[in-house]
Every structure is written in C-alpha cells, then in structure tokens.
C-alpha cells in the first residue's frame, strides 16, 4: 500500500505564491492534486503522466498553477502563483496504482490519497 503525504500549505495572501509537495512512498503512476473547500465538493485541480509528458488543470488555475514530479525522488508538486482568496481549501495529491491511458480528472478513479494540506488564502 503507498502512502502519499502532502506538505507546504498554509497562509497565503492574495497575489502571492504557496508550493505543496506530495511524496509517496512508493511508486504511483500518473498523480493529480484536488482540493476541497468547505461545503463544497472535491474538486480537480491539476494531473500529471506518469513520465510528465501530459499536464492538465481546471479553467480556474490554468495560468496560475503549475504541477510537476521527480519519479525519481517519488515527489510531485504544485506551485501556485498568484493566488486568490477562492483557492482556500484542504488540497490532496492522489495517484493511480496502476499505467493507464487516461490522466484522469475524477477523483473516483484515483486509488491512493494524501491526508490533505490546508490551504487559506487572505485577501
């Protein structure tokens, strides 16, 4: 079982910049991170291949956020610029277990999750 343990959250101001780390233990396949704002539901942020060739993000950080990973340190991040009060939230990496075709943006088809990072943005 890999486990997957994010860091770097914490208070930002609007404008300014946060970088999350998501680490695993073990080898993961292609990764996402999302997040969740209170009582809202979990939400796709950014997603990465495996080998880094293909990157995806939600309308609302593309331009802003930008997500990588070192396979060979098992560490994805996600460096967010320019943030906005509206980016607060508890954010999670997830990853796949397994090589597939599709990069996916669901969370449901993620099978190891991070205990979450808490983001909060002030304005």
């Known amino acids: 079982q890999v486990q997957l343990v994010e860091s770097g959250g914490g208070l930002g101001q609007a404008g300014g910049s946060l970088r999350l780390s998501c680490t695993s233990s073990?080898?993961?396949?292609?990764m996402g991170w999302f997040r969740q704002a209170p009582g809202k539901e979990r939400e796709f942020v950014a997603a990465i291949s495996w080998r880094s060739e293909r990157t995806l993000y939600a309308d609302s950080v593309k331009g802003r956020f930008t997500i990588s990973r070192d396979n060979a340190k098992n560490t994805m991040w996600l460096q967010m610029n320019s943030l906005k009060p509206e980016d607060t939230a508890v954010y999670y990496c997830?990853?796949?277990?397994?090589?597939?075709?599709?990069?996916?943006?669901?969370?449901?088809?993620?099978?190891?999750w991070g205990q979450g990072t808490q983001v909060t943005v002030s304005s």
């Open positions: 073990g080898r993961t396949y292609h």
């Open positions: 997830a990853a796949d277990r397994a090589l597939g075709l599709i990069v996916n943006t669901k969370p449901n088809k993620y099978d190891y």
